[in-house]
């Protein structure tokens, strides 16, 4: 069975840090691109970040770059988002996907989807 399982969410007061991961099984990514993206209730699921097959990073919002880096580990099949300085406008469901080779497109072109990770930044 072809999965996409993300943990690493939880509550965290501003200015704290979580590392998301995105952990596959099913098939290996080395050969996929795999983006993050974020949803908070009542809103539209925005990019967050994704890194491609041979690690090019892609950040969707600029002012993500000094906060967020994506990266990954072929040999655990896992992608990770390491979030920094978070605030409260991140809180939000993260999900990974992935698309083969490159993020272009990724946002409508993604063979597998996560269930997703609940990420709640607050006092």
């Known amino acids: 069975q072809v999965q996409l399982v993300e943990s690493g969410g939880g509550l965290v007061q501003p200015g704290g840090s979580l590392r998301l991961s995105c952990a596959a099984s099913?098939?290996?990514?080395?050969?996929?691109?795999i983006g993050w993206f974020r949803q908070a209730p009542g809103k539209e699921r925005e990019g967050v970040s994704c890194?491609?097959?041979?690690?090019?990073?892609?950040y969707f919002v600029d002012s993500m770059k000094g906060r967020f880096t994506i990266s990954r580990d072929n040999a655990k099949n896992t992608v990770y988002l390491q979030m920094n300085s978070l605030k409260p406008e991140d809180t939000a469901v993260y999900y990974c996907?992935?698309?083969?080779?490159?993020?272009?497109?990724?946002?409508?072109?993604?063979?597998?989807w996560g269930q997703g990770t609940q990420v709640t930044v607050s006092s």
């Open positions: 890194i491609s097959s041979t690690g090019v990073r892609l």
């Open positions: 996907a992935a698309k083969p080779r490159y993020c272009s497109e990724i946002t409508t072109r993604s063979d597998y």
């Open positions: 099913g098939f290996t990514m080395d050969n996929y691109a």
